[in-house]
């Protein structure tokens, strides 16, 4: 009776457990993903049917078996919708399934750290002109685009992120994509883009060029590094050249230039009218005017870093092109998940075409000489010229990621000049033969590693080597002159950094540098043989403090650089470098910033102006020996203010600068004091403002310069007088338009003349007691030179040559108006003991075109 009982209670209890649990399988089963061709399968044996399509087109999908699978036509649909294919049914029983090339596709973007929405990312389908920006929630949604295809996903502060097109018909419904912090980049908030697309102020004050993102320039049809930073305030060039950038009063071996952290001894190509780093290579550029991070020593005007994509490519990425004067390529591979190569190649065309651009830089380089007597009569002998030269630059990298933490970084760079030049005077019957060869070759390396959350060691070693051959061949093979200029450098350096907390930070570190140089000089007539060698060994360690307050309202980095500096055989240097960058909000839309630093340097450049090399200047690297050329250094202060509101931008500054331990030999002296070699200093004030207003597609600045330059050399008289690069006034003014794949831009660049030393009038301008006769000048840099003006203009258009190449076509004039300014003076007697004075001009109206491919 009980048993019975029991089966009559437990009866439909153990029927209903039946049914749950056939149901939780049978649940289970349909969640379970399968197969998309085993699908099909079992469909043809289900419904007596049978489906053409090929194995490549389905291979890798898997399906989750839809709720009603009891109706053919719905299981069709809902693969179609899933997978983006198109199935046709071309009788009662068989049916074709292709590959649509054409999809539609959604994702939403996520932090990886917080799964936050990351809204405003941007998500670019490479190789074609289709992006969009993620919305509020973090999402996008793209129609018809190339199913093999490729996406960027890329956001300020996060490894930029490459997935394939396929990877999200893998699964139904919107995929989610997570972006990884960039924990290197997190103390760079960016504060304000100007000028054009990619040009960025930071809030320590430093400027940010990403070339990935650049626009266009006046003048510029391809993104020469060089010479966009001479775009910026403060920054200028009175040469015309990238290898002469003068930063604040500055000469152009005053700035320490680092490519992957390797220091460059040669930046250009074509005596310094073309930067000799591939900016397609160039990933990120950063410049410091004053208030330096402590990890960088050296440079006291400045610092110009250049670095390469960090990141392992996910896809191939290349490209190439030509202008009037080089062509190019580069390309970014990856060979594993975790190893690719990145490398570019350019060489120029000048050995085997003549253009009218290379004319006008070879006018520039050679030609541009009007040599006029005392009198103001002109000297017209004939000159028959012939020049062969070419140069080259390659540079290469490897990435290796050991694993998240620890990462391997391999880089090299080779930049090559090579010129002949051979110069008859008819009228005098004389010949001279001029041979020039320049090399760098460097080799880096860097090893990066996150030991935990908080605390992460960046190892930098590196070698260098520079090499500049000179022969001068005068008088019909009469004399010759042969002079080397070897630079060789060996550096470590081991940064650490440890966060305390999300606003508090310390960075640590120490680098070790070893520069030998040597100087050569042989001449056959009359027979004399120099050679002068020299090592210089620095220890510094340095240690600084950042803080960044919540909401950015307070930004502080202070830190010391303790400089131990030897000089074999000659002396040895303690120098203590402090440095301070305080960035602070005023008000709403203003922000203020006060600056400082202690700088030194242990290497220069000498000068040798108008002796050889048929007048053009050449420069040779020299190292300190706290005699004829102490250690330079510098202190510099500035204070600053900057508005931004509705892309509208004002920012003034104003800044004071000492050098100290500068030599007349390393700042281009063309007077009695060339060669005397006095030691002194120089002081720049100054003030940089820059105004720019900037729109959906236009962009509009007007900069302004004002600088006060004067030496101080206690054996000259009078002790103080203008600096050489004393330019009082510097006025830009320049715009950009974009109109749908077209940009244009237009620049106006006028500053006021730099000076130069004059003769004394009359004949007491020349001294007849000594032989050869001497000049007799009138006090130092008394006069100026004529005010220059120069238009530039360019134009690039972008588009399609297929769905997965882009093209740009460009074309770019410098000196629109042909103006005719005079850059250089300077004074000489001729053989017939008379007083020349030379004069050299800018380049005249240069016009380029560019033709560029990218993949």
Known sequence: MLGTHLNKRLGPVLVFLFFVLCNSNAQEKQESPIALISYLKSLETQFDVKFSYLNEDLQGLTITIPENSNSLEVILHYIENTFRVEIEKLNDRYYTLTKDNRVNICGTVLDNFAANTVMGATVEVLGTDIAIITDNNG??????????????????????????????????????????????????????????????????????LNTAEFGILPGLIEPDILQTLQALPGIKSIDETVSDINVRGGTNDQNLMLWNGIKMYQSGHFFGLISAFNPYQTDKVTIYK?????????????????????????????????NLISGDVYAEVPITNNLGIQFSARRSATDFLSTPTYKQFINRAFQDSEITLQNNSTVDDEFIRD?????????????????????????????????????????????NISLLKQDNISIGGQLQSNWTDRFSTHLNLYYSTYNLDAQNVFDNQVQQLFQNNQVTENALKVHTNYIWNEAFSWSNGYQYIETGITNATIINEPNFNSEIKGVIRTHAPYTQFNYNAPGNKFNVKIGTRFNFV???????????????????????????????????????????????????????????NNNSLPVTTSKQVSTGINYEKNSFYVGIEGFYKNVDGISTRTQGFQNPYQFSGEIGSYDVKGVE????????????WLSYAYNKNDYTFDSIVPQSFPNNLDIRHTVTFASTYTYKNLKLSVGLNYRTGKPFTKPIEGDAGLDQDYYPPRINFQQPNNSRLP?????????????????????????????????????????????????????????????????????
């Open 566 to 624: 030897e000089n074999l055989n000659t002396f040895n240097k303690v120098l203590i470098e402090p440095r301070i960058n305080l960035n602070f909000k005023l008000a709403n839309y203003v922000r203020a910033e006060i600056l400082g630093e202690s700088k030194s340097q242990t290497t220069n450049q000498v000068i040798d102006l108008e002796q050889n090399f048929l007048g053009i200047e050449k420069r040779r690297w020299t190292l300190s």
């Open 139 to 208: 999402s996008f949604a793209l129609e018809h685009i190339p199913r093999d295809a490729s996406l960027q996903v890329r956001y300020l502060g996060y490894v930029t992120k490459y997935i394939k097109v396929e990877t999200f018909l893998q699964s139904s419904g919107c995929s989610q994509i997570l972006l990884v912090p960039y924990y290197e980049q997190l103390d760079e908030v960016f504060v304000y883009e100007y000028l054009t697309s990619g040009i960025i102020k930071e809030t320590d004050a430093s400027i940010t």
């Open 290 to 322: 004053n208030g330096t991070p402590a990890n960088f020593g050296d440079g006291v005007s400045s610092v110009i870093q250049m670095e390469t994509g960090n990141s392992i490519p996910e896809v191939f990425k290349g490209g190439g092109g030509f």
């Open 689 to 700: 403002l820059l105004i720019n207003k900037k729109g959906d597609n236009y962009s509009t």
């Open 387 to 431: 020049e062969d030269f070419f140069f080259y630059d390659f540079s290469g990298k490897i990435l290796y990621d050991i694993n998240n933490d620890h990462k391997v970084r391999l880089s090299a760079i080779h930049i090559k000049n090579n010129l002949k030049f051979e110069e008859t005077n008819v009228s005098a019957d004389e010949t």
């Open 787 to 855: 005010e220059y003006f120069r238009a530039d203009a360019s134009a690039i258009y972008n588009f399609q040559l297929s769905r997965r190449i882009r093209a740009n076509t460009g074309i770019s004039i410098l000196n629109l108006t042909d103006r005719k300014n005079t850059l250089n003076k300077y004074y000489r007697v001729n053989a017939n003991d008379e007083i020349e004075a030379v004069e050299n001009f800018s380049l005249g109206i240069t016009p380029n075109v560019s033709f560029r491919v990218n993949f």
